[in-house]
């Protein structure tokens, strides 16, 4: 029972989608920076990323309520075999393993009293994530400015979505008895903070993809229109996110391909 709430927690299909992340930012520093890489480092780095992603559920499980300490030893096992196998490719890209960890830590603990928290650890857990695949890449050093703006055009796109999540789950929070920001302030505000979060992304994706600048702004309007289409028709927010998902996808796809 407690084994199979273990692997429950873990929430394998979400840590392979948030695998994408590192896999983007792996990606990205190959094509940006002409890395050299096998295809070994693509096993190890998606071996450390679901182990990490899998790791923060598990924890989050125990902060959520269930107060069980085998959830925090299970995390703590997980983030060490996690860091383990990034330390195998570069000594110190052990580190961000235990940061990402650390950067959700703060999260569950520090948010309930600062709701400022709940946006800027997902800002900081969004960037960390990038860096975990692109330092598998380019080894420990960040050459230049545009892989910063990258980094944050993934953190900003990746705490809009969040935003987007909290204001779909505000009745099922409700239920278990979870005060989230959409509760907190109301979604219109929230959708605000979303949106005011897409554009701050695509303005650092506006920064980078200066030769396909015509793309950004299509893709801009296109999110505009479809949110707006959406908001009048009152349809469910799932299509919302499933479509703004997809141009985000568009835009990374551009980032490897066209940078």
Known sequence: MVFKSIVSSMRIK???????????????????????????????????????????????????????????????????????????????????PSAILLNWFAYHTIRKKFYIFDILLHISGGMLAFLLGLLFSVGMYIPTKEIYYTGLFIAFAFTGGYMIDLIEDIEEDKREGKKNLAEKFGIFPVHLISLIMFSIAYFFAFLVLTSIRWLIISLVCAHLVILITLTIKKVNLHLYRQTYRVIFIIMGVAYIILH
């Open 14 to 96: 979400d840590s392979i989608f948030l695998s994408g992340i590192p896999l983007f930012g792996f990606l990205y520093g190959v094509k940006a920076q002409k890395a050299q890489w096998e295809y070994t480092d693509i096993i190890l780095l998606l071996i450390a990323s679901l182990l990490c992603a899998s790791s923060v559920f598990v924890m989050g499980r125990y902060f959520e309520g269930n107060r069980n300490k085998i959830y925090i030893i299970i995390s703590i096992i997980l983030i060490l075999i996690s860091s383990a196998t990034a330390y195998y490719r570069y000594h110190k890209l052990a580190l961000i």
